[in-house]
């Protein structure tokens, strides 16, 4: 006897949402000789039997089926009978579908949820027992003020309390601003304000970068329009790098700007406004290394520089032996000053 072999099968629910559910189901089978080659475009006899209860249980519907594979060896079979197989009771399975090809008995397999259109078919025209068809009606309520969630007839739950709330008052609701905090009245789409008491009462926006990898580093991104055509953009970024980024080896837990385009300004935005750098040794301790006055005189060691480079406690160190202090004479001529191995001043004209 020649033997078949099905590899791989599928039940389908046949929809109609038009009308009511159909009385039948497809079936899909993949056919295969005994070599695994698949029978490609050979009449088969199909026999289908469904049995209720268990795998061996008694024969509820039985039907046969002459069709032809297709060049995959696939079979679909339309699975049903309207005058009979409406009559099965689906809610007292399970059902088992058994396969044979021709007269070959390839198995049985329980059926697991294609009938439940059918059983849901049926379920739609049992009566409710009463004449009143609104009944069944309910209300969904939702409680804005007590945050609540209501059915009636039925009960009620409380609704989770959001941090995030949209306030519908037409003098403070902005909805292209985001307020976190205290904020009554967003003027940015991000605006945050927060009330901190305590002996640290800061205010911080936290980014955490836990990759460990030599390429990590945290940060935030500023772009704006270079080419609106094109749609590229000037971007700088203020990052942070761990103590194991090795893409730039000094920049190893450092706090980077990084400024393509046309550079980095920093600018006190003010008529008492300084430029101040600070360095510390000591916990909670800093100390003023370097400032720029209101006027744009720069002290190194002073915070009240009285000339454009005022330099306290420390040296001016030129290191090549062919550097020094260019300065201009009344004339407008320029000359660099150096000294030689004696300490003595040397001369010479600059042209610059």
């Known amino acids: ?71 995959q060896g696939i079979v679909v079979l339309k699975i049903g009978d309207p005058d009979f197989f409406s009559e099965i009771d689906w809610g007292t399975g399970p059902y088992f579908l058994s396969l044979t090809v021709n007269g070959v008995h390839m198995g049985t397999s329980q059926l697991l949820s294609v009938p439940y259109a059918l059983y849901a078919k049926n379920a739609a025209n049992v ?9 069944e009606i ?45 904020v009554a009245q967003p003027g940015f789409p991000l605006d945050i304000q927060k009330n901190v008491y305590g002996d640290h009462d800061m205010v911080l926006i936290r980014l955490r970068n836990v990759d460990e990898g030599p390429t990590a580093y945290v940060g935030i991104a500023l772009e704006a329009f270079r080419d609106l ?68 005189n720069m002290g190194v060691g002073t915070s009240n520089p009285a000339a454009r480079i005022h330099i306290k406690d420390g040296d001016l160190y030129f290191e090549d032996d062919d550097r020094g202090v260019i300065l201009t004479s009344p004339g407008g001529l320029r000359f660099r000053i150096t000294v030689d191995d004696s300490g003595n001043l040397d001369t010479e004209p600059v042209i610059m």
């Open 127 to 135: 009566d409710d027992a009463d004449s009143d068809p609104t009944n």
């Open 138 to 182: 309910q209300t969904l309520l939702v409680n804005e003020t007590e945050q609540e969630l209501s059915i009636v007839p039925g009960n009620t739950v409380a609704l989770p309390v959001s941090p995030w709330r949209v306030d519908r008052k037409p003098d403070i609701y902005f909805p292209n601003n985001v307020g976190i905090g205290s």
């Open 229 to 296: 055509e094109e749609r590229t953009f000037n971007r700088s970024e203020l990052l942070l790098t761990s103590d194991e980024y090795n893409i730039i080896p000094s920049f190893r837990g450092m706090t980077a700007i990084r400024a393509p385009g046309s550079g980095f300004s920093v600018i006190a935005d003010s008529t008492a406004g300084s430029i101040r750098f600070y360095t510390t040794d000591l916990p909670n301790t800093i100390f003023e290394r370097v400032r720029i006055s209101p006027e744009g």
């Open 1 to 71: 006897m020649k033997k078949l072999t099905i590899i791989s099968l599928g039940l389908m629910l046949a929809l109609n949402i038009i009308s009511q559910a159909p009385d039948y189901f497809s079936y899909q089978a993949v056919l295969r000789n005994q070599d695994g080659t698949p029978m490609v475009h050979q009449d088969v006899t199909i026999q289908v039997e469904l049995l209720s209860g268990q795998i061996d249980g008694p024969s509820v519907y039985l039907e046969n089926h002459e069709v032809r594979t297709n060049e």
